[in-house]
């Protein structure tokens, strides 16, 4: 009897939007799905150990890089489903005159912006590079420090600055469903220490193509969401969940 397609997704709201749209592909060539989530480095290492059938996604070549090498000769690249990249972030409220992250050290950041800087999952791109962007541009000279967290508690952090009018920087990405709802301004990164824009790319094991079926992998292989579209599909999945901004009226 034929087994599920298992399919694996990094545990944050985007990827699981993502993995929802793959799913469909493949239920509408008669599969089954087994759904599977787990932190970054943890689903890459799922997917080389052979548990799942396919990983929603490798971010690459930036932020996933050092997952995805180890397991390349074991997996094919499918299809890039959109196009992520990492940013800094700040309230639209700001002045437009902090516009880079060496702008965090002089006036009027230097006065106003709070020094913590909330990050999410330990793993993520945005995650590991951010450390790297603090000391590379003296920012822990000043005070800003990073400090891992969950999603709901970066976001959150956020929400509650702009609803005071605090300045904050938040560590981020595009896409992401909270700039639907938020106007955040991208600081420049002229080191690209944060590195650069990635592509979404469907992972599959070699050895489950025959069980996926190759019409299915055509149909997957043509599969592109699009930024725009993760941001509307992100929204929905984070409407059934118990985010903060959900709520959010302004």
């Given at each position: ?90 309230p ?27 990050g999410?999952?330990?793993?993520a ?37 702009v ?15 909270l ?23 469907l ?14 992998l ?5 599969l ?27």
């Amino acid at each position: 009897m034929t087994r599920p397609i298992r399919v694996g997704h990094i545990a944050l709201s985007f990827h699981d939007a993502a993995a929802e749209q793959v799913e469909l592909v493949l239920r509408s060539a008669g599969h089954e799905i087994e759904r599977r989530s787990a932190p970054h480095e943890l689903m890459f290492d799922a997917i080389g150990r052979g548990e799942v059938d396919l990983l929603v996604a490798a971010w690459l070549p930036w932020s996933h890089g050092r997952y995805f090498d180890p397991i390349a000769d074991h997996v094919r690249m499918v299809t890039v489903l959109y196009e992520p990249y990492p940013i800094w972030g700040v309230p639209e409220y700001v002045p437009a005159q902090v516009a880079s992250i060496p702008d965090l050290l002089a006036a009027p950041a230097a006065d106003h912006m709070e020094r913590l800087i909330q990050g999410m999952a330990p793993g993520a791109g945005i995650s590991e590079m951010s450390p790297r962007a603090i000391e590379t541009y003296g920012l822990d000279d000043a005070g800003y420090h990073f400090a891992h967290g969950t999603e709901d508690e970066c976001i959150g952090r956020f929400v509650d600055a702009v609803a005071q009018r605090r300045w904050v920087v938040i560590p981020f990405w595009h896409p992401q469903a909270l700039h639907k709802r938020f106007r955040i301004r991208r600081l420049q990164d002229p080191r690209l220490v944060l590195g650069a824009t990635d592509n979404a790319t469907l992972l599959v094991r070699k050895d489950s193509e025959s069980l996926i079926g190759a019409a299915a992998l055509a149909d997957l292989a043509r599969l592109h969401l699009g930024n725009t579209m993760l941001d509307e599909l992100d929204e929905a999945v984070r409407k059934r969940s118990t985010t903060p901004y959900t709520d959010y009226s302004g």
